[in-house]
């Protein structure tokens, strides 16, 4: 399907696709404000993926699902600018929330299983949003549904579009999701964690897929794991958060070859080897990760750091460190400090 341009994208438009400024997202509880997001900031050029990395309750999930504009209950407050091709998403109404969704952008999720309808055929629902949004027969939108499931690798696909999806194995259903994400070419796909659950084997064949599709279809990827592996295969840029910020921003070779964040140290430090010896341990980062109600001040990252006593001062437990733009770490540790440091204490871990 070749899609036109859409003449409602304003007229001011400095040509990135899509620009993510200052992002907060609150949760209203009984205990307090939990500070999901707090301060996020990225771009992402068309064509291009960027892989976001970090422990479970880091603020990944959240800031996805805010681009999506599914941050609509009164006890959520959102602020900040997303904009796609110039146009705020945070701005927009509802209705053309809802068009946008699905047409141009679209979301895998990582449980296909719960997110698919156990009620309907495969078919009918990938026939569903293409229908909505194209306003195609339903003897186009089954063909195109065919298509798809085709594209995606599914064998018989005149015949499995027909099936439930308790019919389908645990990788054909990510499959399905993947063609129901893409069945209208959507410009931006956010694939939150989709092949966690899948053996390595299937893993490696989605992550193929997902390429091949973004290079035939042009589409911007935001995709989300806490899987640096699935990252350094999959991604352009790499931005890592913790605690609700990005903490530290760079290109694929950077961040996994030159980490200049001690929170990115650990998580790589945490990774098994394949060349290393199997009867080490693994080194898991010490602690917990911050309450979002209460986090520390200073870097949120300084209970667990074992390099903030390094910092003159009290700096890193009173001072949070911004994030520069471009190939940049929220780190108070000077550049000699980050390359000392990493050089002695954790590229010998890495191997």
Known sequence: MTKTADSSAPAEYDGKFLSVNDLRVQFSTEDGIVKAVDGLSFDLERGKTLGIVGESGSGKSVTNLSILGLHNSKTTEVTGE?????????????????????????????????????????????????????????????????????????????????????????????????????????????????????????????????????????????????????IANMADDIMVMYGGRAVERGSVSQVLYEPDHPYTWGLLSSMPRLSGDVNEELRAIRGTPPSLLNPPPGCAFNPRCDFADQVAGNKCREVRPDLGEGRAAACHLSADQKQTFFVEHIKPRLG
């Open 82 to 230: 997303i904009l796609m091709e110039g146009e705020d998403l945070l701005t927009v109404k509802e209705k053309r929330l809802e068009h946008l969704r699905g047409n141009k952008m679209a979301m895998i999720f990582q449980d296909p299983l719960t997110a698919l309808s156990p009620f309907y055929t495969i078919g009918r629902q990938i026939m569903e949003p293409y229908r909505k949004h194209t306003g195609a027969s339903k003897k186009d939108a089954r063909a195109r549904a065919i298509e798809m499931l085709e594209k995606v690798g599914i064998p018989q696909p005149n015949r499995r579009v027909d099936d439930y999806p308790h019919q389908f194995s645990g990788g054909m259903r990510q499959r399905a999701m993947i063609a129901m994400a893409l069945v209208c070419d959507p410009d931006l796909i956010i694939a939150d964690e989709p092949t966690t659950a899948l053996d390595v084997t299937v893993q490696a064949q989605i992550l193929d897929l997902l390429k091949e599709l973004q290079q035939e279809f042009g589409s911007a990827i935001i995709f989300i794991t806490h899987d640096l592996g699935v």
